[in-house]
């Protein structure tokens, strides 16, 4: 894992642009994040070093290259679900049960019984208007809810994006 300070050299001895996806925990109440961080050389008029400026901004998307990528995962995903339908506890579920995880498989992974995730899923279902699965996958493709990463589950970290 790449850290800030090792950035900040790499930019000052290369004299090139750096550009890192960073997911930490931001805020008061460190909510992990991604953020997309940008550094560029600073010269003098002569071409002297002499610093290094930077900018952050949240990226409106993830791909998948940067979450982890499922087989049939979708071109881009993105890091705000497409409406308020659902509690950010359900959308953790959405997205374990699109990636066909069993009741146990994310009980056990969000810390909660199988039997709350079973209740989840009927009223996760009852919301979509659908009876099963393969239904509500087709719910979350036509709803844009398969291309949603809840941002507690990203992985802190510093990952590079232009390496040469």
């Known amino acids: 894992m790449f850290n800030f300070q090792e950035h900040d050299r790499n930019v000052i001895e290369r004299q090139e642009n750096l550009a890192s996806l960073d997911i930490y925990p931001y805020g008061s109440e460190e909510i992990i994040q991604p953020y997309i961080c940008e550094k560029f050389p600073l010269r003098?008029?002569?071409?002297?070093?002499?610093?290094i400026i930077f900018q952050i901004k949240k990226p409106l998307f993830l791909t998948p290259?940067?979450?982890?990528?499922k087989k049939q995962s979708p071109k881009s995903l993105v890091s705000y679900p497409p409406d308020d339908s659902f509690t950010n506890r359900e959308l953790e579920v959405i997205f374990f049960s699109i990636q066909r995880k069993s009741s146990k498989e994310i009980g056990k992974?969000?810390?909660?019984?199988?039997?709350?995730?079973?209740?989840?899923?009927?009223v996760i279902y009852q919301k979509a208007g659908v009876h099963f699965l393969g239904q509500f996958i087709e719910f979350c493709e036509a709803t844009g809810f398969n291309r949603y990463i809840p941002p507690r589950l990203l992985c802190s970290g510093s990952q590079l994006l232009n390496i040469k």
């Open 65 to 69: 290259l940067i979450c982890c990528s």
């Open 44 to 51: 003098s008029e002569d071409r002297e070093k002499i610093g």
């Open 109 to 122: 992974i969000l810390s909660l019984s199988y039997r709350t995730i079973e209740n989840m899923l009927r």
